[in-house]
């Protein structure tokens, strides 16, 4: 080998390796140590849920009415609930729930307000206005009560649940995914590809949507709590699951009516919530923080 070609050899290796969005950040989501407290939280409660069937001692419908609502002990680390039911295995259980209405709703609302920003931001002109308009229209709407006529009209449906809450909070989400593309529209990426011939849709799914994922993934980790929490609400009301089903905002409710006499059915379902909840927010702080451009490399 000669001397050039070895300098050059030398010279490539010596360079530093160039790194992905997604690789930068996640070192930078590494080293926020509230986003990974949250991180590690929230892996661990959806691996509990996952597997509740197996390392729950009990059954989620399974009653001792001679127990009553007793306090926490041996036998039942937090207790029971008014019909001897283990309430740490309502809470596990209710914790799938209220879960997967948080991920499903969240992902209806990405389904739907990924594509409809997209093709808005994209196509542009008279079609984004009138699409946007009518974002504006829906916005101005009342949706809690859009929720509940639902919820009234065609019964209480787990499925339902789903959809109503997706069709709410894909909104700001549009929006968002809007101003991306407009931004990215006139890349020299998006340019190359429509000299290429290829079609509309193809661009905007295949092309334009892949580099809006950050900001999507941040808002993401956001409208999950958001979820979590209009779910928690509307059973607090009745309107959401039903018994036997229990959800964290169903217990709550439930702890609510005697929490004067047996607290505990209150504070453990509250704490279950409230630490999930504030797990998802620093992550989604965290990931925000990573995803930023502004921010300065180290």
């Given at each position: 080998m000669s001397e050039t070609t070895q300098t050059l050899t030398e010279s490539a290796e010596a360079m530093p390796r160039g790194v992905s969005l997604w690789q930068d950040a996640w070192v930078r989501l590494r080293k926020n140590k509230l986003a990974m407290i949250g991180l590690g939280i929230l892996g661990f409660v959806i691996v509990i849920c996952v597997l509740a069937p197996w390392i729950m001692p009990y059954g989620y419908e399974e009653q001792d009415l001679r127990l009553g609502a007793s306090a926490p002990s041996a036998a039942h680390w937090l207790g029971t609930d008014t019909f001897g039911r283990d309430l740490l295995t309502r809470i596990v259980y209710g914790g799938r729930v209220s879960l997967m209405v948080g991920f499903i709703a969240t992902a209806v609302a990405l389904l739907v307000g990924v594509s409809y920003g997209a093709i808005a931001g994209y196509v542009g002109g008279r079609v984004d206005a009138i699409m946007m308009?009518?974002?504006?229209?829906?916005?101005?709407?009342?949706?809690?009560?859009?929720?509940?006529?639902?919820?009234?009209?065609?019964?209480?449906?787990?499925?339902?649940?789903?959809?109503?809450?997706?069709?709410?909070?894909?909104?700001?989400?549009?929006?968002?995914?809007?101003?991306?593309?407009?931004?990215?529209?006139?890349?020299?990426?998006?340019?190359?590809?429509?000299?290429?011939?290829?079609?509309?849709?193809a661009i905007i799914?295949?092309?334009?949507?892949?580099?809006?994922?950050?900001?999507?993934?941040?808002?993401?980790?956001?409208?999950?709590?958001?979820?979590?929490?209009?779910?928690?609400?509307?059973?607090?009301?009745?309107?959401?699951?039903?018994?036997?089903?229990?959800?964290?905002?169903?217990?709550?409710?439930?702890?609510?009516?005697?929490?004067?006499?047996?607290?505990?059915?209150?504070?453990?379902?509250?704490?279950?919530?409230?630490?999930?909840?504030?797990?998802?927010?620093?992550?989604g702080d965290g990931l925000r923080d990573a995803f930023d451009p502004k921010a300065s490399k180290d």
């Open positions: 308009r009518l974002v504006d229209i829906f916005y101005a709407l009342p949706f809690m009560i859009f929720i509940i006529l639902l919820m009234v009209v065609f019964g209480r449906n787990l499925f339902l649940l789903f959809l109503a809450i997706g069709a709410v909070e894909w909104l700001t989400m549009a929006r968002i995914v809007r101003g991306q593309v407009q931004s990215l529209r006139q890349q020299e990426f998006v340019e190359a590809a429509i000299s290429l011939g290829l079609p509309p849709t799914f295949r092309h334009v949507i892949p580099n809006v994922l950050g900001p999507v993934v941040v808002y993401t980790t956001l409208t999950i709590p958001q979820v979590m929490l209009l779910e928690a609400f509307l059973s607090f009301l009745g309107l959401g699951i039903q018994p036997p089903m229990s959800s964290w905002g169903l217990l709550i409710s439930y702890g609510v009516e005697s929490m004067e006499e047996y607290p505990w059915l209150l504070i453990f379902p509250g704490l279950a919530l409230s630490l999930t909840l504030f797990s998802l927010n620093f992550l």
